[in-house]
């Protein structure tokens, strides 16, 4: 990026915080779209990020610029837009909604691909390069090895986040194709706290499935007796932290450019279903009590498995396994210069224990299962809102989806 100014989206997000913290330690020059309408109210979250990822003396070296992805123009006015246009040597798309929900299917499309296509509007024909973030999710229901170059091969998804996300790449696909923009494209697995202290800025998705397991193992912890779970011991999570993940993305940008191709940025060797069954089960559980994936869970289950069914029914394709993602592309451009790190108890240790340690809440006072999306990225969490009765019937200290923003 020959400028070193970069305009970055979702900056307050998971991905997006990170990355701004690697642009302000390599020396760019970052300009944030955040929608917050009050400047204080911005001020005051994109603090909270530079705290987080290391960088709190920086926040007057990040311009703030109030706009929005959804809206045409990017909310800005004509000359505004002429100015970006001229000063930027890039830009950094990573705002996007991440709800698994039916129930968000607009607000996906709208903000997943109506966002990309104002994102494009803004830069087709400019010279100015996009770099998108996008997700190894594209994949859907794919099995077997998926290449970076593939993107749509009749696959079914899981959820309208997967199918909006495939467009959303088609579309940049397409523009690059006719030759109207630069680009390249990043596809992350799934992103959880930073290697060494596990910090984030969102317990979403993945973390919901932690948090739960974290609290039935110490509702029954003078108790005996398994807890089981549907999953595929057998298949992956393909994790990986976010320090890496936004190193892996900015070290690419300059060896490669906008180069038109995909990186998949992910674990090499994904996570085993059984290995992450095997550090709850020695880091949460006590005396007999144990939690166990089974095929299925019959008419059997006892209240808490009814509760977990319940929970994680959005979540159930995943419990069962993912594609292996190939990685040629990323090996290419990184080299040995950025090792992945490694993924085992120790780490499921610290992002537990810094999600406990802010009781569950995400860097801008929300909770979580629930967290309210980030004013400039809409980012929805795992949807347990449905199923707060079946979980506080149990215990009250299980109905996760009550939790709000204050």
Same mark, same amino acid.
């Given at each position: ?10 900056? &307050? ?21 955040? #929608? ?21 003396? #920086?926040?007057?070296?990040? #311009?703030? !610029?109030?706009?929005?992805? #959804? ?10 837009? /002429? ?20 129930? $968000? ?13 104002? @994102? ?12 998108? @973030?996008?997700?190894?999710?594209? /994949?859907?229901?794919?099995? %077997? ?31 690059? /194709? ?27 998705? =993945?973390?919901?499935?932690?948090? !739960? ?26 994790? *990986?932290?976010?320090?890496? &993940? ?12 906008? $180069?038109?191709? &995909? ?24 005396? %007999? ?8 869970? %019959? ?21 069962? %396994? ?30 537990? $224990? =810094? ?7 995400? *860097? ?14 809409? *980012? ?12 506080? $019937? ?5 109905? !996760? ?6």
């Amino acid at each position: 990026m020959s400028d070193r100014s970069v305009l970055i989206t979702g900056a &307050t997000g998971i991905m997006g915080s990170w990355v701004l913290g690697e642009a302000l330690a390599r020396g760019y020059r970052p300009v944030v779209l955040m #929608r917050d309408a009050n400047p204080q109210r911005a001020r005051e979250r994109l603090t909270a990020v530079l705290r987080l990822n290391g960088h709190e003396t #920086r926040l007057d070296d990040v #311009r703030i !610029l109030q706009g929005d992805t #959804r809206s045409p123009n990017l909310g800005q006015s004509s000359a505004e837009i /002429a100015s970006l246009r001229a000063s930027l040597g890039g830009m950094i798309h990573c705002a996007a909604c991440t709800s698994f929900g039916s129930d $968000s299917d607009q607000e996906l499309w709208e903000t997943n691909v109506g966002g990309v296509k104002n @994102v494009l509007a803004f830069l087709e024909g400019t010279g100015v390069p996009l770099y998108y @973030v996008s997700t190894a999710y594209i /994949a859907g229901r794919r099995r %077997g090895r998926v290449l970076e170059t593939e993107l749509y091969r009749n696959q079914e998804f899981n959820n309208t986040y997967e199918r909006s996300k495939c467009e959303a790449e088609r579309l940049v696909r397409a523009s690059m /194709a006719a030759g109207r923009l630069q680009a390249s494209i990043f596809r992350p697995g799934i992103i959880v706290g930073c290697t060494d202290q596990g910090r984030i800025t969102q317990f979403l998705n =993945f973390y919901s499935f932690l948090r !739960l397991l974290d609290i039935i193992a110490a509702r029954r912890k003078r108790e005996s007796g398994p807890v089981r779970i549907a999953a595929n011991p057998l298949g992956t999570k393909n994790l *990986i932290p976010v320090d890496w &993940t936004a190193k892996a993305l900015w070290q690419i940008v300059e060896a490669d450019g906008a $180069s038109g191709h &995909t990186y998949h940025l992910t674990n090499p060797k994904p996570v085993s279903h059984a290995s992450l069954l095997d550090w709850a089960n020695k880091i949460l559980c006590s005396k %007999g009590m144990r939690f166990e994936f089974v095929d299925e869970v %019959g008419a059997d289950a006892n209240g808490l498995e009814e509760a977990c069914r319940a929970a994680f029914s959005h979540y159930s394709p995943y419990l069962q %396994g993912e594609p292996r993602f190939d990685r040629a592309n990323t090996d290419r451009a990184l080299g040995d210069s950025l090792p992945f790190p490694e993924i085992g108890p120790d780490l499921y240790v610290r992002l537990l $224990s =810094f999600a406990k340690g802010q009781r569950w809440r995400g *860097i801008f006072g929300c909770k979580t299962a629930e967290v309210c999306a980030p004013k400039d990225a809409t *980012i929805a969490p795992f949807p347990l809102a449905g199923k707060a009765p079946a979980l506080a $019937s149990i215990d009250p200290s299980l109905e !996760l989806a009550v939790a709000q923003c204050p």
